[in-house]
């Protein structure tokens, strides 16, 4: 793995997901493509969670609303709850935060406690749960359990996602610090320009 920043497109894009292990930083980097490329940040943890962290039942119906939309960057998750299937035939780019697991899992046990601590609202009226999450030993309710769980889940499913859309051009990022570099050298959108 390296630093520096392979022959990589610089965009600008129009429709953008962003795939990654849970605390990798999609999101972030999400609002920093919305703010170099003109695009629509819809975050997706949004649309899934209603009060009390349950479900939306309109969650597809919000999913496909955006993405019929010209520009727009996103997270990709939820492909097991239909939302992939909506989403990756309209994206453009698939920017892939392919980091290794330490990475990620400090950034997810800092952003947990940051949250925890804050108790900032997340998603309709939804806030981080107690510190304890952390250490809970079941793990539906820890949030470390998941992200072990699933730590390997675009390892495995990107050569199928990609396969499904070979229209996607990809970048796989494999550190923050390439991720920065990366975004640095992006061909930026005039705020004027219509595309």
Do not use: C
């Amino acid at each position: 793995m390296t630093d520096a920043v392979p022959d990589f497109p610089t965009g600008p894009f129009d429709r953008v997901l962003i795939a990654g292990l849970t605390g990798s930083g999609k999101t972030t980097l999400a609002r920093r493509l919305a703010g170099a490329w003109g695009l629509s940040h819809v975050e997706i943890d949004g649309l899934y969670h209603g009060p009390g962290w349950v479900p939306r039942a309109s969650f597809l119906d919000d999913v496909a609303r955006f993405a019929a939309t010209d520009r727009w960057v996103t997270e990709w998750q939820y492909t097991s709850k239909g939302a992939g299937d909506i989403l990756e035939p309209r994206a453009e780019l698939a920017v892939w935060l392919d980091y290794p697991w330490r990475v990620a899992r400090r950034r997810l046990v800092r952003r947990t406690v940051a949250r925890s601590v804050t108790r900032k609202e997340l998603w309709n009226g939804n806030r981080e749960g107690s510190l304890l999450r952390l250490i809970d030993r079941k793990p539906e309710k820890n949030i470390l359990a998941w992200q072990r769980k699933t730590r390997n889940n675009w390892r495995e499913r990107m050569p199928a996602a990609l396969e499904r859309n070979p229209h996607l051009t990809l970048v796989r990022l494999e550190s923050p610090a390439q991720t920065d570099a990366w975004v640095a050298g992006l061909t930026r959108r005039s705020p004027t320009s219509p595309r």
